[in-house]
């Protein structure tokens, strides 16, 4: 017995990505900074900051608020995907390593629990 294929245009869709747990607004943002003083929440730098995840996307990381760190460059390619005890063990060996930050970040993310990391 034969089965009947139906000739199907194929079609194409171009879905936008929605990850509803990529909720970040610019709002959130402003509050991110505000809390680590407009600087780099690793070595406190207030040079231009970028967006670091602090889990990375790659492992798991979302877009949402606790997750994304303000870093300068250095900060954020150095880090790279460290995250819990190796970005500690990161940390702790930089020049510019500080304990009061370390808490704070690290409050920060206990805040923020969805972002599921702890240091
Ligand atoms: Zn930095």
Redesign the pocket.
Known sequence: MKRKLRNEKSRIHKHKNMDIDSSFTLDQWVETLEYFDNS??????T?ELTQDHFIPVSKGGKYIKGNVIP??L???VDKGTKTDSEFVRWYSRQL?YSKSRLTKLSKFLKDHSTARSQI
């Not at 780099?40 to 730098?45: D, F, I, L, S, T």
């Open positions: 780099c929440a690793y070595c406190g730098k040079v870093a300068c250095f900060c954020n510019f």
